[in-house]
């Protein structure tokens, strides 16, 4: 699956934040569902690996184990900031917009 756009990044240490654009012809929003289009939870903590791997250079490509908490609904357009950050072997991430936490989460390596 495609990764969505970033708009912009930064990088400190063993952190990244970045922002993310979201338009409905995003990949991730096919089928699931046609009328009230939503981000899955199982795409989130996808892009959270595939984003951390990238942007902080981990090169681990798959999980051993993953807890995920759901706080929102993640719609097209929507100003997405994606939270990562690499901890004793996890990657902890969250999803924010607005300032607001949509989800969160940490992924065992």
């Keep these: 699956m495609k990764l969505p756009i970033v708009n912009s990044s930064q990088i400190s240490g063993n952190k990244a934040v970045l922002n993310l654009a979201l338009p409905p012809e995003t990949e991730a929003f096919s089928g699931h569902f046609p009328n009230s289009p939503i981000l899955p939870g199982v795409v989130q903590v996808d892009w959270a690996l595939r984003f951390a791997n990238e942007y902080l250079q981990l090169e681990q490509l798959a999980a051993q184990d993953f807890k ?5 609904i993640i719609s097209p357009d929507m100003p997405l900031v994606l939270n990562l950050e690499f901890v004793n072997g996890r990657v902890v991430f969250s999803y ?3 300032g607001e936490q949509m989800s969160s989460g940490q992924i065992k390596l």
Excluded at 68 to 72: A, C, D, L, T
């Design 68 to 72: 995920v908490k759901f706080n929102r």
């Design 96 to 98: 924010q917009v607005n």
